[in-house]
Nanobody
């Protein structure tokens, strides 16, 4: 069974940066596509970024392109989300997801099998 634990969230001002981390328990981490989603109160869960198991291919929602970077370190079984130039509209609970078969660019939450508990990111004006 795969367990995912996010960390790195916090309260920052607009224009600041944060790096989120997601540590996976599985020994087969290198064979899982990984993704980041976010959800604000009253909003549907939104796909943010995904990365293939090799780390070669990535995909981002248009609103974060050029500001966010997803990466992974398979030796550490960890995926990261570097968030720069944060905006108030980025405020949400960010969750990481993993799946052994889904495409890394899938924006549908039901396509992903395993989820972390989420970490809060709040960006003030």
């Amino acid at each position: 069974q795969v367990q995912l634990v996010e960390s790195g969230g916090g309260l920052v001002q607009a224009g600041d940066s944060l790096r989120l981390s997601c540590a996976a328990s599985t020994r087969t981490f290198t064979r899982y596509a990984m993704g980041w989603f976010r959800q604000a109160p009253g909003r549907e869960r939104e796909f943010v970024a995904g990365i293939s198991w090799t780390g070669v291919s990535t995909h981002y929602v248009d609103s974060v392109k050029g500001r966010f970077t997803i990466s992974r370190d398979n030796a550490k079984s960890t995926v990261y989300l570097q968030m720069n130039s944060l905006k108030p509209e980025d405020t949400a609970v960010y969750s990481c997801a993993a799946d052994p078969t889904t495409d890394y660019s899938s924006s549908y939450p039901r396509s992903w099998s395993f989820w972390g508990q989420g970490t809060q990111v709040t960006v003030s004006s």
